[in-house]
């Protein structure tokens, strides 16, 4: 039989052979093969690289995912402070920003095609003004100083840069001096505002305290106070909703050692911290600084951007320059007045990522690398320098940061690679070539500096009526992310918004001011004013607007132009008048109802419950009454534990899953119909009192699924090793699966919701299918992960070690947990551990821990 | 049957006589024609139940089996998967096809033994040619004898058929 | 019961007459021929825009993966079951008297309205073309339908009720197709239905055959009408949806599928008896049989309405009564709700009054809101119980498309084609059985 089939079989291949040239419509093109293999490149096995990617100067270390020469994904660098194997999801989103067909392409002027060539003849030293971005870089601090040797002015402009808490710390140290705190050890948190779980970091520190095994756990208490709701609030033990101005007055009572909390944070001594938010102002900053005297989880070091916290760091506002050079950031943006300082100069040159507003206010515009482009050194936030290498030449004709201060300085052109090789040992004992290897070189913080604080007496301007918050957006930021769609489309944390810009007001100020969901208000200070959608969050400070920035971009970028209102306009106000128009907007909203009505799905305690006994979710996990019997199932049995303690909702983990699995941006009008395609969703429920929890929601894959009986086509099976898989190509798109998942996680293809961009398709994860039009799909465990694994096992004749998936990797807390049922065996066990709709009996695999909150016994819930 | 001695009759119950008369006459290669059943009639003449219902009943019990069969064999021997835990001889599941099919191939049966038993598809019949026959159809009611009854006497059976009420006999002997 | 089903003694010639030339017999037509004609268009530019876009084109979404499509399909399908009722089961039943005049007419209606439904399956899939997967084929890549879903069922279940009630249909046709064929007035047209005859004569050994075969297949629609929408509900009860996962869904939706099959047939009857003047054959009598079997399906319906609310009450599962007794009564889609519960249980209280039921007038405008009732009890099984699952946070509205509605009012208008040209080239009332009927009154 088996030989029969053959014998047809080649005889198909060979008629098929002989056909091939008469039947193929395109005239036949030669493809040639490596004619010398590069020793390091083997097709289909994916090379890892560790470079950085730098915001307002920081570098935060990445490991690139390249194949054959194309980066396709970026991990957090474990050996790097700034990422300690986490990421954001800003991070993991990075690769579509290399890959953005709407890049600067080519220097242009006037809008028309021109060359780097020209563009350096009309760079004129005399009478220059350069801005770049705040940097750490010390190959680029080097040509600075360069620079202004030969006359030429430098400063250094980011709107949303650290500085405050360096000016309030000279006024309590009596110098400039960055705050460093680790919250690892700390028992008792206080955060003013700060941002705390965006930051990887602080993330994993905060997490590592705050894992609960059972009762007897140690766990530290966190206080969050702030005006909008952060996922620092989400993980908060007590959390209060203030207005801005009301945060100098928290600070002076928590200094004056009043009230429970700060009694918890003087009970706790040296293992206390106040942690103020890089937002708040140099008085607050300077009433914290007094606080963590005390502190031993508090350091302070040189500030390790260049220069910052001094006059060098404002752009510059005089007529008296002929040239402007602004390299990187988009001042004109954020400082619209800028734009007329570049209009009285003879020659303003733009080296950017995009055509953005800088660009078009500027005669020339010439493209800058991307990170992952170019060579480069840089510091994380503790002062540890890491060298940038570029994973990719550059897709377009973009230079360094350091390359176009060379062509300013005339330098005669040298390999970049080579200049950084060169100037390295100046910084490093470390060799070059073990830098880049690690990506980070150890013990290269920044030292603690003795300090002797004194008291101070700071004064805050009161404040009256509606007091207005501008923050950076968490995935937009400052508006440099605003053209990144897999960006715009994650819902923001806790509004829940994608695509979006709104300023959030809590529900007792929109009912004062009849404000509606998605009604356009009009937000004004003086002769400024914006018209923006409003969004009701519950948990925001009452008579308080946070208004994120980053949006009403005006730039040539397609994706970020026309969404919002510029944020900037109102930077300076710290008051502003309301008043609703009569128009309104349809805002994407990711979840339609905010509340768990009454279910028991997000589930949570506190720790003292846990140490009564009085939390024990057995009856929501365990075996439940079936008539099924068991069919055999063999292998790892992969499985999935979901910590709800230590996760703040960051979305990390859907960017990350969204790079891996080569999930689709669909746009606004999809994700308002829901139609979104993220394989995770982070559900956000609020109770009454305005308390946010969140529940990271993926494929639980169930032992006994229920999508799996109503496929009428078996395109989703179970694997013997517990997996609920899909046959992409198999699914005819009945949706059936859908309507009968109770998790409501599968996504489904509506359209052709591919990218086919030549560009972004560089991108790409060649391991996992790119999903046609009509085909359902979701999460599968990073099923590519398990199966390299079990591959790289046996041909190394080695035990199977569980790899981890792209949500867990990228998981700043640490709190997604995978393995083998026999690995997760303890975590499953836990009191507070639990299954998802238990009673529906569908056995899922991932399971999850119960939230864990801390509070203060002294203080009523 | 080739009919040889046709009669016209105008309404059902003179037929039934004319058939009596016949059948009192020993004739038994009989075929009648009527715009509609005439009960009664087939009993008058004698022609035994149909056994289309047997070839129904097989027909439908073959695919109803078959297609058990076939659910049986493509998830418990061919191709088993796990689908959601459930065992790979999911009987009860297997039943709703397994009825339709019975239903299926038991109505495909009917309508096929229904014309193929009546001798259909045929598009010209001999009596097709006699005059008048068209209101077969309609509201006449027709019989006749077969060449091949060895009891026929046109002169005595002609006579009989008139008595019996028949508008019209037509002798299509010659025609053969 | 002393009332006629037959009004007059017309002779057989003159049923044949009557009930034969519409066949032949010019009608001026164009008019209703031109509107469903472009109706028809736009349904198949509607679909032709979702096999070419994408079904996103619908205004589906994830929860509520099914929306029109469905909805459309159990509706369309609920009403293809009437015909069947009433030729199938009454026969089986022996109630000639009530079932003659009308069976070809609501058979008919069964199959264009099984060729509307049939169409949904198959559009809302993502990729339509590879519906034939459903099929157990020997396949080069070696799979088989997963036959423990509903759907395999559902489409064993549609195509088998198509196939049957094309075979049932034609059968008892052939007759009459002979009758057309000696009796019509054009050579051209004679062959055409000779054609199609096969040849019938009427000779008693076609007709022995003949009659045992179409009381067989009439015997077996009988299980298959009730299996149908037994099968289609399982699509539902089936899952574990709260709203969906209930044992009473099966005689539910049989009796909610004879209940709006007869309406429809009183909505096409009633214009049909008028144009074609069939008083003498569609007598007040029929239209009382009908308004009856409204009205038990109306409290059987009512009933069961009742029995989930109660079910889901004393089930005590927390999502059931939240989309039993919260969702679908107080929730965002609460109209569709409550006037869903007067179209179908309270307005046909009309019908104890034998005035009403006799009066085709108010039949007519009562089955209309049948009609629109029995959509909106389908939209809230489905589209109510998927926007309002187990997770709140997958919670999300739905909305239909231009698209949707195009396909919806394509298919009355697809729908009313198939009907008018059945009225226009098919003898739609059965003249053989209905001669047989009178010599059996008249005896």
Redo the contacts between chains.
């Keep these: 039989m088996s030989s029969l089939k053959l014998s047809r079989r080649s005889l198909f291949k060979l008629a098929g052979a002989a056909s091939l040239t008469a039947c193929s419509s395109r005239p036949a093109r030669a493809i040639l093969p490596y004619v010398k293999q590069p020793p390091e490149v083997i097709p289909g096995v994916p090379r890892y690289y560790a470079t950085a990617l730098v915001e307002d100067g920081f570098a935060t270390g990445v490991i690139v995912e390249t194949h054959e020469g194309r980066p396709t994904k970026l991990e957090g660098n474990p050996d790097h402070p700034a990422s300690a194997g986490g990421t954001r999801a800003i991070e993991q989103a990075a690769i579509l920003g290399l890959y953005d067909p709407d890049r600067l392409a080519e220097p242009t002027d006037r809008g028309a095609p021109t060359t780097w060539h020209a563009i350096d003849r009309a760079l004129d030293p005399k009478s220059m003004h350069v801005v770049l971005e705040p940097t750490t870089s010390p190959l680029v601090i080097a040509l600075v100083g360069r620079l202004r040797a030969a006359g030429v002015a430098v400063s250094f402009y980011a709107p949303f840069e650290r500085r405050e808490s360096i000016v309030g710390n000279s006024t309590v140290h009596n110098r400039l001096l960055q705050t460093q705190v680790d919250l690892a050890t700390a028992d008792v948190i206080i955060s003013l505002d700060a941002e705390l779980a965006n930051d990887p970091r602080h993330a994993r520190a905060l997490a590592g305290h705050r894992r609960v095994v059972d009762g007897s756990s140690a766990m530290s208490r966190l206080y969050v106070y702030e005006t909008g709701y952060s996922t620092t609030g989400v993980v908060a033990d007590h959390r209060w909703a203030v207005r801005p101005s009301q945060l100098a007055d928290v600070a002076r009572q928590l200094l004056r050692g009043e009230g429970p909390v700060a009694r918890d944070l003087r009970r706790a001594g040296s293992r206390g911290v106040v942690v103020a938010g890089e937002r708040q102002s140099a008085e607050v900053h300077a009433l914290v600084a007094q606080i963590n005297a005390a502190s031993a989880c508090v350091k302070y070091i040189e500030p390790v951007v260049f220069e910052a916290g001094t006059a060098s760091h404002e752009l510059p506002r005089g007529t008296d320059v002929r040239t402007v050079v602004v390299v990187g950031g988009n001042p004109v943006y954020a400082s619209p007045a800028f734009a007329d300082a570049l209009a009285n100069v003879d020659a303003a040159v733009y080296v950017g990522l995009y055509a953005n507003e800088t660009a078009a206010s500027c005669r020339f515009a010439a493209p800058l690398a991307h990170d992952l482009e170019r060579w480069d050194a840089a510091r994380a936030a503790d002062g540890t320098l890491g060298p940038i290498q570029p994973l990719i030449e550059p897709i377009f004709e973009g230079r360094s940061v350091a390359q176009v201060l060379h062509a300013i300085l005339r330098d005669r052109p040298i390999d970049p690679r080579d200049e950084l090789a060169a100037a390295w040992p100046a910084w490093s004992a470390m060799p070059f070539d073990d830098a880049l290897a690690r990506g980070a070189v150890g013990d290269s913080a920044a030292p603690r500096v003795d300090v002797a604080p004194r008291a101070a007496e700071v004064t805050s301007p009161a404040s009256t009526g509606i007091e207005l918050a501008v923050r950076p957006h968490p995935f937009v930021h400052d508006g440099r992310y605003a053209n990144n769609p897999w960006l715009q489309e994650l819902a923001e944390p806790i509004s829940k918004l994608a695509w979006d810009h709104a300023a959030q007001l809590s529900p007792a100020t929109a009912a004062l001011f009849g404000i509606a969901t998605g009604d356009i208000i009009e937000l004004a200070s003086g002769e400024h004013g914006i018209d923006v959608p409003a969004i009701v969050v519950p948990g925001h400070a009452d008579a308080a607007i946070t208004l994120h920035a980053g949006y009403g971009r005006g730039g040539a970028e397609t994706i970020a132009r026309g969404i919002g209102a510029n944020a900037f306009v109102l930077a300076g106000a710290t008051a502003v008048t309301v008043a609703r128009t009569d128009r309104s907007a349809t805002l994407a909203v990711t979840m339609e109802s905010p509340s768990e009505h009454g279910r028991p799905v997000a589930l949570g305690g506190t720790l003292a419950q846990l140490t009564s006994g009085a939390l024990d979710l057995a009856a929501y996990r365990g075996e439940q009454p079936t008539q ?4 055999p ?1 063999s292998g790892p049995q992969w499985a999935m534990q979901i910590d709800l303690t230590t996760c703040t909702g960051c979305s990390a983990c859907v960017m990350a899953c969204a790079a891996e699995n080569n999930t689709p941006a669909i746009g606004k009008r999809h994700v308002i119909e829901g139609r979104d395609m993220h394989w995770i969703r982070i559900d956000r429920y609020v109770d009454e009192s305005g308390t946010t929890v969140v529940e990271p929601m993926t494929c639980q894959h ?8 109503v ?1 009428p086509v ?1 395109a989703t ?4 090793e517990g997996l609920n898989e899909m046959a992409y190509n198999r699914c005819v798109g009945t949706r059936f699966c859908s309507n009968n998942c109770p998790y409501k996680v599968r996504r489904f293809n509506w359209f052709d919701f591919k990218t086919h961009e030549p560009l972004r398709v560089l991108g790409k994860n060649p391991n996992v299918t790119v999903r046609d039009r009509g085909v359902m799909e979701k999460c599968t465990y990073c099923v590519q992960r398990l199966r390299r694994a079990e591959i790289d096992a046996a041909v190394e004749h080695r035990p199977l070690v569980s790899p981890q998936t792209a949500c867990q990797q990228a998981c700043p807390s640490g709190a997604i947990a995978f393995g083998t049922l026999a690995e997760l065996a303890e975590l499953r066990a836990r009191p507070h551990s639990y299954a998802e709709l238990h009673d529906q009996g569908t ?1 899922p695999r991932t399971q999850y821990l119960a939230r864990i909150r801390n509070p203060n016994p002294e203080i009523a819930e | 049957m080739t009919p040889v001695l046709a009669a016209e009759f105008a309404t ?1 119950d003179e037929l039934c006589a004319g058939v009596r008369a016949l059948a009192a006459a020993g004739i038994t290669e009989l ?9 009664g ?2 009993e008058l ?1 004698g ?1 035994p ?2 056994k ?2 047997w070839i ?1 009943l097989a027909a ?1 019990l073959l695919g109803g089996g078959a297609a058990y069969l ?2 049986w064999w ?2 418990v021997v ?2 088993p ?8 001889h ?1 009987a009860l ?2 039943v ?2 397994t ?3 019975t ?2 191939c ?3 049966a ?2 096929i ?3 193929m ?9 001999p ?2 040619e006699v005059d008048g026959f ?6 006449r009611f027709w019989l006749a004898i077969g060449a091949g009854d060895r009891e026929l006497d046109r002169v005595r059976d002609t006579a009989a058929l008139e008595t019996a009420g028949a508008v019209r006999v037509v002798w299509l002997g010659d025609r053969a | 019961m002393s009332d006629p089903v037959i009004i007059g003694n017309p ?3 003159a049923l ?1 007459d009557q009930l034969l030339s519409t066949t032949w017999v010019k009608r001026n037509w164009k008019l209703a021929f031109a509107i469903t004609g472009i109706g028809t268009v736009m349904l198949f530019s509607m679909v032709t825009l979702t096999v070419m876009r994408g079904i996103g084109m619908w205004g589906n979404n994830i929860p509520t993966a099914w929306g029109f499509g469905i909805i459309n399909f159990v509706w369309w399908i609920g009403i293809g079951h009437a015909g069947t009722f009433i030729s199938a089961i009454l026969l089986v039943l022996e109630q000639q008297h009530v079932r003659t005049s009308i069976n070809r007419f609501t058979e008919g209606m069964t199959l264009f309205a099984v060729v509307q439904a049939g169409m949904f399956p198959l559009l809302h899939l993502g990729r339509p073309w590879y519906a034939y997967w459903l099929f ?1 084929y020997p396949s080069v890549m ?7 879903s ?1 759907l ?2 559902d489409a ?2 549609v ?2 009720y198509l ?2 009630s094309i ?2 249909w ?2 008892g046709l052939i ?1 009459d197709l ?2 057309v ?3 019509a007035p054009t050579k051209l047209r004679r062959r055409i239905y ?2 199609f005859a ?17 009381l ?2 009439a015997g ?2 009988t ?2 009408v009730v ?1 149908v929408h037994s ?1 289609v509900s ?1 699509d539902f009860a089936e899952a574990g949806l709260p709203g969906w996962h209930s044992t009473i869904f099966p005689p539910f939706f049989v009796a909610g599928a004879i209940f709006s099959g007869f309406a429809l047939v009183v909505t096409l009857i009633v214009p049909a008896r008028r144009v074609f003047n069939l008083y003498n054959v569609i007598t007040p009598r029929h239209l009382d049989m009908i308004g009856k079997l409204l009205l038990v399906t109306s409290s059987i319906l009512a009933y069961s309405y009742i029995c989930e609310l109660f079910l889901a009450w004393w089930s005590g599962d927390r999502f059931e009564m939240f989309e039993q007794l919260r969702e679908r009564p107080f929730g965002f889609y609460a109209i569709g709700f409550w006037i869903m519960i007067t179209c179908n249980c309270l307005i046909t209280q009309l019908l104890w009054s034998r005035r009403v039921r006799r009066s085709a007038t108010a039949l007519f405008v009562l089955a209309i809101f049948i009609n629109i009732g029995m959509w909106l009890e389908r939209f809230e099984i489905i589209v109510v119980s998927l926007t309002r699952d187990f997770l709140p946070s997958s919670w999300h509205q739905y909305a239909p498309t231009y698209v949707d509605l195009g396909i919806l009012l394509g298919t009355f208008c697809f729908f009313g084609l198939l009907f008018l040209a059945f009225l226009r080239l098919v003898p739609f009332v059965p003249v ?2 209905l ?2 009927l009178e ?2 009154v008249a005896g």
């Design positions: 099924l019997g068991k069919l199932r169930c032992e006994d699924a229920p999508c799996e009986y496929c078996g099976t179970h694997s013997p056995r | 059902a075929d009648t024609w009527t715009p509609y059943q005439v009960e009639l087939q003449i022609v139940r149909s289309l219902r129904v439908g076939l659910q493509i998830n061919d191709y998967l796990d689908i959601g835990g459930r065992p790979y999911s599941a297997f709703p096809i009825f339709e099919m239903i299926l038991a109505g495909f009917a309508l033994a229904a014309i038993l009546g001798g259909l598809p045929a598009l010209w019949q009596m097709f068209e209101r077969a159809t309609i509201d | 002779t057989d010639a044949s157990p070696g799979v088989w339908p997963q036959v423990r509903a395999p069922w064993a279940a195509s088998t196939l049957v075979m049932f034609y059968l007759p002979a009758g064929r000696d009796r000779g054609i096969l040849g019938w004569s009427g000779s008693m050994q076609q007709w022995r055959h003949y009659k045992i075969a179409y067989t297949l077996l629609a299980p298959l299996s099968i399982l053989a059985e001669k047989e010599r059996e």
